[in-house]
């Protein structure tokens, strides 16, 4: 089956640690995203990448990094920068500008 | 810039009946998408409908219909016949001009739906 997968779902993380959230996805989708999303706050775009080895900021990149080496593959890190990582993490992907596919999703604790 | 505006944080309906969930939004480009999800207690996001700027009729999936007010800046969602399946957060987005492909998302509609 198609589809989107994020791992892990839950991730605890000490103060001043570096984290790596998964994303893998085997739509042949070119386009992959990654949101944050605080408790009852909308989606907010982090990173997002349209092609293989190219990647663009988002609304609220600072803290976060990305690669994107393989087309199938979009890990986002959580740096020691970002004050206030404790969110919900959302992967998508999409062909162009047509609808973005999600995955199920990362809840970030900061301890 | 976009942005997008839903002014119900919450909407109560009976099953089996229809339901309105308001989004306006605002944008300077003149060729925009606007897409509705679905956000169940899980998390995972839903998508359920789109409309296309320059679409000339209101799109329809099944028992969701959007209601576009071009004019107006409006993109409603109509729920019919509501199912208790159907309580969940509902999020309204768009993308505009050349940044087509990145969504801005609204704060969401919390729909329960009461038997």
């Known amino acids: 089956d198609g589809g989107i997968t994020q791992s892990p779902k839950y991730l605890f993380r000490k103060e001043g640690q570096n984290v790596t959230l998964s994303c893998e996805q085997n739509l042949n989708h070119d386009a992959m995203y990654w949101y944050r999303q605080d408790p009852g706050q909308g989606l907010r775009l982090i990173y997002y990448s349209q092609i293989v080895n190219d990647f663009q900021k988002g609304d609220i990149a600072e803290g976060y990094s990305v690669s994107r080496e393989k087309k199938e593959s979009f890990p986002l890190t959580v740096t020691s920068a970002q004050k206030n990582p404790t969110a919900f993490y959302l992967c998508a992907s999409s062909i162009g500008g047509h609808e973005q596919f999600f995955g199920p999703g990362t809840r970030l604790t900061v301890l | 810039a976009q942005k997008i505006t839903q002014t119900q944080p919450g909407m109560f309906v009976q099953e089996k009946e229809a339901v309105t969930l308001d989004c306006t939004y605002d944008?300077?480009?003149?060729?925009?998408?606007l897409f509705w999800y679905k956000q169940p207690s899980s998390g995972e996001m839903i998508f359920l409908i789109y409309q296309g700027s320059y679409d000339q009729q209101n799109a329809t999936e099944g028992r969701y219909s959007l209601n576009f007010q071009k004019a107006r800046k409006s993109a409603n969602l109509v729920i019919s016949a509501s199912q208790l399946g159907d309580s969940a957060t509902y999020f309204c987005a768009m993308a505009a001009g050349t940044s087509y492909g990145k969504l801005t998302f609204g704060q969401g509609t919390i729909l329960t739906v009461h038997p």
């Open positions: 944008t300077s480009d003149p060729s925009y998408g």
